[in-house]
């Protein structure tokens, strides 16, 4: 052992002795302390783009103020004979561009290919400092976690880098989503999860060719009527990604991370994506991505709660006193469950006024209706 001084004293010593209860220590010397909470940030939209496309990234200092995340994107949607040029044109709008309190992410390439080393190398030693997040695509298990944790763990040290880059997994593969608890609490480092709808797609087998969103071919079709066998039947389309979404917003509430919806590709259609990110919303996501500047502001919409909604919860949480026992409101029960489902959405409408003037403004506005 190293200098002698015992457990206390050698930080080497440490990193010998690793165990369970050893999970919030640095997993190199050097490396800054683990994250003990996930820091609840407004994440409304990760909005991408590439680095490497040099009129996109001159729109980055405009756009940055709009959104919460900007995420540089080194993978799919990058051509293979481009990624060092997205690599580095991330480098320079990370050093260049004043993101205030806009947070930085960016999706490395996948485990597997050729760039992720590189990417990992590159970004955090040169550009560390201003990551809040590295986008891991392609997770399979804990073990590519624990593999990306140890790795920018030792690149923190390196670069003398004081507070912990976060990692957040795309779910996208059949194993990916068998595996997602584990995954959710593979690192103190896990930030939290996107669903990869398309890569999930191929991956499984199923028979779309879309980015996200549902499939009229996916329906339930109402009971012929006995007397009118020929008349026309009601068919209602239903939710592909109902049961990935519920797991992954389970996996990570029980984790203590936070579950985004990932893409929708069509972009022209803004009323199917307003609605895909909304049933993300009521199911317990925070955020979904925006790939065109025209998703930015539909995500803002969804993600944050309605006035209205909020004046109801607020009106709840003042009647309701200490939070127990039951009362009734305009003709709804009352108790200590929907007195908590009401402390969800008053303290996230608190953490998105907080930055955000505009809606400060309509809570308000709709508290005083009332
Ligand atoms: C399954 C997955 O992995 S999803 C994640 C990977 N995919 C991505 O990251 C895609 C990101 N988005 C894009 O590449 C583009 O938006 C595309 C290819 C979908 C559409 O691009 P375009 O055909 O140029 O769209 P459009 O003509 O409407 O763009 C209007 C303007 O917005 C710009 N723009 C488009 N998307 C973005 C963006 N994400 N960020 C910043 N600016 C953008 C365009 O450069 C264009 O600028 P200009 O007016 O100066 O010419
Ligand atoms: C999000 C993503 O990468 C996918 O849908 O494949
Ligand atoms: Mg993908």
Redesign the pocket.
């Known amino acids: 052992m190293a200098g002698g001084g015992g457990r206390d004293a050698d930080p080497i010593w440490e990193m010998w002795m690793r165990s369970p209860k050893d999970f919030f220590r640095p997993l190199a010397v050097g490396a800054p302390e683990p994250v003990r909470d996930v820091p609840f940030r407004p994440s409304r939209m990760i909005?991408?783009?590439?680095p490497g496309?040099p009129?996109?990234a001159?729109?980055?200092p405009a756009?940055a103020p709009t959104v919460d995340v900007l995420?540089g994107?080194l993978?799919?949607?990058?051509a293979a004979d481009r990624k060092e040029a997205a690599r580095a044109g991330l480098v320079e709008v990370a050093k260049s561009v004043d993101f205030g309190e806009t947070q930085l992410w960016t999706?490395i390439n996948s485990l597997d290919s050729p760039w992720a080393l590189d990417d990992l190398l590159t970004l955090v030693t040169e550009i560390g400092d201003r990551l809040d997040v590295i986008m891991v695509?392609k997770v399979e298990s804990a073990a590519d976690i624990h593999y990306v944790d140890r790795l920018v763990a030792q690149l923190e040290a390196r670069a003398g880098i004081r507070r912990p880059i976060l990692v957040h997994a795309?779910l996208?593969t059949p194993a990916g989503v068998a595996n997602v608890e584990e995954i959710a609490g593979a690192s103190p480092r896990m930030q939290g999860m996107s669903l990869?709808?398309?890569?999930l797609a191929a991956s499984r087998r199923m028979k779309t060719t879309r980015?996200?969103g549902g499939h009229p071919g996916y329906l339930v079709r109402q009971d012929p009527d006995g007397e009118r066998p020929d008349a026309p039947r009601a068919v209602f389309q239903q939710d592909l990604w109902h049961y990935t979404i519920a797991r992954m917003v389970d996996a990570c509430a029980a984790h203590g991370i936070l579950p985004y919806y990932?893409?929708f590709?069509d972009?022209k259609d803004t009323v199917g994506c307003e609605d895909q990110f909304r049933n993300a919303f009521l199911l317990g996501c925070v955020g979904a991505?925006?790939?065109?500047?025209?998703q930015i502001g539909i995500a803002k919409k969804v993600f944050s709660p309605a006035p209205e909604d909020v004046a109801w919860a607020r009106r709840v949480i003042a009647a309701m006193g200490d939070g127990t026992g039951a009362v009734m409101i305009d003709g709804k029960m009352q108790d200590d469950a929907t007195f908590k489902q009401c402390q969800v959405v008053a303290e996230l409408a608190e953490t998105l006024a907080a930055r955000d003037a505009e809606l400060r403004a309509a809570y308000a506005a709709a508290g005083e209706d009332r």
Do not use: C, Q, T, Y
Request: without cysteine; proline residues 11%; negative net charge.
């Open positions: 909005h991408f783009f590439d496309n009129k996109m001159a729109k980055v756009i995420l994107n993978e799919d949607a990058v999706r695509p795309i996208e990869g709808p398309a890569d980015v996200g990932g893409p590709g972009i991505w925006s790939l065109h500047p025209v």
